[in-house]
């Protein structure tokens, strides 16, 4: 079956993320983070922050729910049992701190063949509860096979 | 203490060994429980060695490293841009390596890579950081 390179992704309304203190803690811990800003309140107001701050990969909690149903809609085709992550990029902005209420969008950038895979390329964009930019991802995933 | 680094210098070398548990943690901390990252028998009956990292893991530790010039701070990175490859294996120790590419006033922009012995993990890592 030829793969199907004309998927217009465009999204839905977007899902929102509530960022919490022990979510960040456990995502710093999990990396071995340590630089208190993301564990303590106190130092991370000391440091000029809100609240306590999440890691900037971070963006992977709060963007990848939106990316689900990018990926699963029957409009893309893409076969989610053959898929790696070939390659990511985020962009940072706004930091996101433990409140924010973080709502990201999700759009199909591009759907490729190449070497007999399929290169599907997805955007994320996540802006906080004040409309601020906080992360832009791209997401880069390969489907063996095709 | 921010570090002064010009073109050419390298970061400072990251080496972490994650632990048999580690893809667990990750997987309850980022959401993905993809089978692959957290079930041994089922990473081996689709063909892979044993249960893999998350690939997004790695790409943390990138970042890590990465903001360690910046002395951790989660302001100074403003740009990453990783190609994952080789596949990463709990138990076995990951070294971030990255050099200088260009640094200009404050910004500095940093090529990484991250390894596990002979395989990289990730590559072609640009990381854009505000010093």
Not at chain 1, 16 to 29: H, M
Not at chain 2, 71 to 82: E, I, T
Request: proline residues 5%; negative net charge.
């Amino acid at each position: 079956m030829p793969l199907k390179t004309d998927a217009v992704w465009e999204g839905m309304a977007g899902s929102t993320y509530q960022v919490g203190r022990e979510k960040i803690k456990e995502y710093a811990n999990a990396l071995g983070i340590d630089n208190p800003v993301h564990h303590d309140v106190e130092a991370a107001r000391a440091a000029g922050f809100r609240d306590v701050v999440a890691p900037p990969m971070f963006a992977v909690v709060y963007s990848s729910p939106a990316m689900a149903p990018a990926i699963l809609d029957p409009e893309v085709e893409l076969n989610f049992a053959a898929m790696v992550h070939g390659g990511q990029e985020f962009a940072w902005d706004e930091p996101a701190c433990s409140g924010d209420e973080i709502t990201t969008s999700t759009r199909c950038l591009s759907i490729e063949e190449k070497d007999g895979k399929g290169f599907y390329v997805f955007e994320t964009n996540s802006v906080n509860q004040d409309g601020a930019q906080v992360a832009r991802g791209t997401w880069t995933l390969i489907v063996r096979g095709v | 203490m921010r570090m002064a680094l010009n073109e050419g210098e390298q970061i400072p070398e990251l080496r972490v060994t994650p632990d048999k548990y580690l893809p667990h943690r990750y997987a309850g901390a980022s959401g993905d429980f993809n089978p692959i990252h957290i079930d041994d028998e089922f990473a081996k009956m689709v063909g892979l060695p044993r249960n893999i990292l998350h690939g997004l893991y790695s790409m943390g530790l990138v970042a890590k490293a990465n903001a360690a010039i910046a002395d951790g701070d989660p302001r100074a990175l403003k740009r990453l841009s990783v190609q994952m490859r080789g596949m990463g294996v709990p138990e076995q120790e990951i070294v971030v390596t990255g050099t200088v590419k260009s640094s200009d006033g404050g910004r500095v922009v940093v090529d990484t890579v991250a390894a596990q012995g002979e395989t990289a993990l990730i590559k072609n890592a640009e990381a854009e950081l505000e010093v």
